[in-house]
């Protein structure tokens, strides 16, 4: 109550001009028994401007604009119809003769009480700014270019040109011989021909085999574990179909297509069970 009382000794020291807009909230707030106080609070607008409002004195107010947002957060406030007021308002500051008045209804000036304040903006502006960067940095990262070594892709080994002579070894192999794969530790494969029909897909445990039929088109293999297969034609074992350190495809496993391949990986054994490595080196050098 003392409050009240020392609000409403404030407002009656300035007492509002009869038919002014500062008369008609002043009027208003007091029939809603409502302090500047609690005006000032529910409207973010400081008590001194609201005063000057009621008591239509504009000129201790920071401007038109400010004064017409002012007005317009106090009727909202009260619940008056803004719109009728302002039009008043606008009229009152024309013929007291203020500057920068708003006299087209087609815009409204911002309610200063609702602006944001410098530090808000500041930190949202810091936000945004952050954001653009870290978007960058993922962009970047993502579009890097892939390592060429990176690559998991199967690659099949590349067949190597004909040469002017077959090795030795290579001359004693029957090309018409019967080709077998046989793991020696469990390993998936799939074997199919140049039409893509399946011919072998499964995992092949160690000691299983696999013969490929002699009338199939062009066979192929793909594995992730070539160096863990013995290839036989006819019997007799050619080069690893690959090293391991990488998955091959496509690779044709005919007795035509083992027998063009380059002999680099194990030696081919002789009839009486030697050695015959720098035998097959000896004759691919010549």
């Known amino acids: 109550m003392k409050d009240r009382d020392q609000d409403n000794s404030e407002t009656e020291a300035t007492a509002p001009e009869t038919g002014s807009v500062g008369s008609q909230l002043y009027a208003a707030r007091e029939a809603a028994g409502l302090s500047l106080t609690e005006i000032a609070t529910r409207t973010r607008v400081p008590i001194r401007h609201l005063e000057a409002i009621e008591a239509s004195n504009y000129s201790a107010l920071p401007g038109s604009t400010y004064t017409i947002g002012f007005t317009r957060s106090y009727a909202k406030a009260l619940g008056l119809d803004e719109t009728a007021l302002l039009t008043e308002l606008r009229q009152e500051l024309a013929e007291g003769g203020y500057q920068n008045v708003a006299r087209t209804p087609e815009y409204e000036p911002a309610d200063p009480a609702r602006v944001p304040s410098r530090p808000l903006a500041w930190g949202a502006a810091a936000l945004a700014i952050a954001l653009i960067i870290v978007y960058f940095i993922w962009r970047s990262f993502a579009l890097a270019p892939v390592a060429e070594g990176d690559a998991a892709k199967p ?9 002017s002579g077959p090795a030795k070894a290579e001359t004693q192999i029957d090309p018409s ?23 072998y897909e499964n995992e092949m445990k160690a000691g299983e085999s696999f013969t490929v039929p002699k009338d199939a088109n062009n066979p192929m293999i793909v594995t992730g574990r070539p160096q863990v297969l013995d290839v036989t034609i006819g019997g007799k074992p050619v080069p690893p179909l690959g090293t391991g350190e990488r998955s091959i495809a496509d690779v044709g496993i005919s007795a035509t297509a083992l027998l063009a391949r380059k002999t680099e990986a194990a030696p081919v054994q002789n ?11 000896s004759a691919t050098q010549q």
Do not use: C, F, H, M
Not at 156 to 162: F, G
Not at 177 to 198: C, H, P, S
């Open 155 to 163: 690659v099949a080994e590349a067949p190597i040109k004909d040469q």
């Open 177 to 199: 011989g019967q080709v077998v794969i046989t793991a020696r530790e469990t390993v998936w494969l799939k074997i199919y021909d140049t039409e893509n029909n399946r011919l």
């Open 271 to 281: 009839a009486a069970g030697a050695s015959a490595g720098p035998a097959a080196e």
